[in-house]
């Protein structure tokens, strides 16, 4: 789904309030502060990130910097990142500087890869909306600085809903039923694909799942609470009924022809994927409008805090040997009003919403008007009012990256129909709960 992560605020990451003790094998952090804050410049920082307008946004950096200047390398994606990141922390070539999300903060601060910067950025904290501010902490300690929100929604091709006498979903019960009727016009309503599985992930949140939680001095897992069975059977419901494209984003070319084109209907997105449509449409510009994602039937509207910029961050790691300058240099990029508009647009940068305290007032920068059209004016007040029903209780916990992973190699068999949703979540309630006794940490499954 590569639906979104934050927000106005963030999913809480493992927590700052809780005593890690047992819940965290060998919670890493610097104790002894920044040896190199007195070096004299300039210093070259590494910084690695996969964002679009990134490198931009390092050009004007390092024009308006003498002491500090920043070598970014560009890396694919999310995933990739952690994969990288991994390789380098053992190999001690660690970057001074990454762009992250909120889900993996406390797997790397559990790793000792992440340096508490508190008394370098711990002043700023009002600049940023509380939630955000939240997403980069761990019992308290600050590990980087907030980038972004993402707020999320369903963009819908207008033309195709209307021709085929459809009304844009508000429920998940309505959204199945268009797709049953655009299936008779060999239309998909969306697209599942296989190496994806932020699709159960979000609508398990939006639900009211909660895969981890905190219990006492221990870590508490439930794939299979009331909340992922309700996300399972709008997802089983779907597939089952051949609902769903299956373009796996490894041809990101072809997946965006598809929605070009009117293969596909709809996506549940957040701001900064409309960057990608933005810049790979030919045909189908002014035909798409935003309109709010999906209820659950009965239920108020709740919108997930989603994956991918969930937490969108840049974090110091711990074998940076300039981390009062890292911490400086994150600052900047989330916080100067330029560098801000720029990576908010669609078009120069990701439309991320920043993560500022004051982030609706960049909502009119964070979406498209080339592509929604007569729908552009309608579509900021369909953002503006998802940042307002956002999860906010989510909890990531200190073995997600590896839990994910596992959830990924599996999802591509509930895409296949090779196995039921359910028999997924079954599978990896007994796989997290071994996963994380394996590694020391106390839980409760």
């Known amino acids: 789904m590569n639906s979104t992560s934050p927000r106005r605020r963030f999913a809480r990451v ?3 309030s809780v005593a890690l003790t047992g819940l965290l094998a060998a919670c890493g952090g610097s104790d002894s502060g920044d040896d190199s804050s007195g070096a004299s410049g300039p210093v070259t920082l590494p910084f690695w990130g996969w964002a679009n307008g990134q490198e931009t946004l390092v050009k004007a950096f390092n024009a308006s910097h003498k002491d500090i200047q920043l070598k970014y390398t560009k890396v694919t994606d999310q995933l990739t990142m952690q994969k990288q990141l991994s390789n380098a922390v053992k190999a001690g070539n660690a970057p001074c500087l990454l762009q992250n999300t909120a889900e993996y903060v406390t ?3 559990s790793q000792g890869a992440l340096a508490d910067i508190t008394e370098y950025v ?19 300690k600050v590990y980087g600085v907030p980038t972004s929100s993402a707020p999320a929604f369903t963009i819908y091709r207008t033309d195709v809903f209307k021709k085929y006498g459809l009304d844009a979903p508000a429920t998940w019960d309505d959204f199945i039923t268009a797709g049953k009727e655009l299936k008779k016009h060999d239309i998909h309503i969306t697209n599942y694909a296989g190496e994806d599985p932020s699709t159960l992930e979000v609508l398990a949140m939006q639900a009211g799942a909660h895969w981890y939680a905190i219990d006492g001095d221990s870590w508490k897992v439930n794939f ?6 309700k996300a399972a059977d709008v997802i089983q419901q779907i597939i089952d009924n051949d609902l769903n494209s299956k373009l796996s984003f490894a041809d990101y070319a072809a997946v965006q022809r598809n929605y070009d084109k009117g293969g596909t209907a709809t996506r549940q997105i957040s701001t900064w994927q409309m960057s990608g449509m933005v810049q790979n449409f030919t045909d189908s510009f002014g035909d798409w409008a935003l309109t709010p994602w999906p209820t659950y039937k009965g239920e108020a509207a709740k919108t997930p805090a989603g994956t991918n910029q969930s937490g969108g961050m840049n974090l110091v790691t711990e074998q940076c040997e300039y981390k009062k300058q890292a911490a400086e240099a994150a600052l900047w990029l989330s916080t100067d009003t330029d560098a801000v508009k720029s990576m908010a647009s669609p078009e120069t940068g990701s439309g991320v919403m920043p993560a500022l305290a004051d982030s609706d007032a960049y909502v009119a920068e964070a979406i498209s008007e080339k592509l929604l059209g007569d729908h552009y004016e309608p579509g900021k007040k369909v953002v503006t009012d998802s940042l307002g029903t956002v999860t906010t209780d989510w909890v990531y916990g200190p073995n997600w990256t590896a839990m994910f992973t596992e959830l990924q190699s599996e999802w591509g068999k509930v895409v296949s129909k090779e196995q039921k949703v359910t028999d997924l979540l079954a599978h990896m309630q007994e796989w997290t709960v071994k996963d994380l006794k394996s590694r020391g940490i106390n839980v409760k499954g």
């Open 14 to 16: 493992a927590v700052a």
């Open 107 to 109: 797997t790397w601060v």
């Open 224 to 229: 299979q609470d009331e909340g992922s069975l």
């Open 122 to 140: 711990g002043a700023s904290e009002d600049k940023f909306n509380a939630g955000a501010w939240a997403g980069v902490q761990v019992q308290g």
